[in-house]
């Protein structure tokens, strides 16, 4: 198991959210308001070791363009970033409710 961590600069407040599932090939994403309504605070959990690279480009592509604050709790059992990038989404519509 990896352990990642980031921020992104953020102007919206999220409202508590749970999508997806930790199954084989999925992502379950948990988002919580936090105290800096400005920042996006990231932990990306994984089952797979030497992709963070490709979780900070697909992050960072994310939150450019959904600048939702809060503090995101991914954990990925092998999901792909079209994968990621769909859950991401989810949370983002259903924290946007």
Same mark, same amino acid.
């Given at each position: 198991?990896?352990?990642?961590?980031?921020?992104?600069?953020?102007?919206?407040?999220?409202?508590?959210?749970?999508?997806?599932?930790?199954?084989? $090939?999925?992502?379950?994403? /948990?988002? &919580?308001?936090? *105290?800096?309504?400005? +920042?996006?605070?990231? =932990?990306? @959990?994984?089952?797979?070791?030497?992709?963070?690279?490709?979780?900070?480009?697909?992050?960072?592509?994310?939150?450019?363009?959904?600048?939702? $604050?809060?503090?995101?709790? /991914?954990? &990925?059992?092998? *999901?792909?970033?079209? +994968?990621?990038?769909? =859950?991401? @989404?989810?949370?983002?519509?259903?924290?946007?409710?």
């Amino acid at each position: 198991m990896q352990t990642l961590t980031y921020q992104f600069p953020a102007s919206r407040t999220p409202r508590r959210t749970h999508v997806g599932v930790v199954a084989s $090939g999925d992502l379950e994403i /948990l988002l &919580d308001e936090s *105290a800096d309504a400005g +920042v996006a605070d990231v =932990r990306v @959990r994984t089952s797979v070791d030497g992709f963070g690279t490709v979780w900070h480009a697909t992050l960072e592509r994310f939150f450019s363009h959904t600048p939702i $604050g809060g503090r995101w709790e /991914l954990n &990925d059992f092998g *999901a792909t970033p079209a +994968v990621v990038t769909l =859950r991401l @989404r989810q949370a983002a519509e259903e924290a946007a409710q």
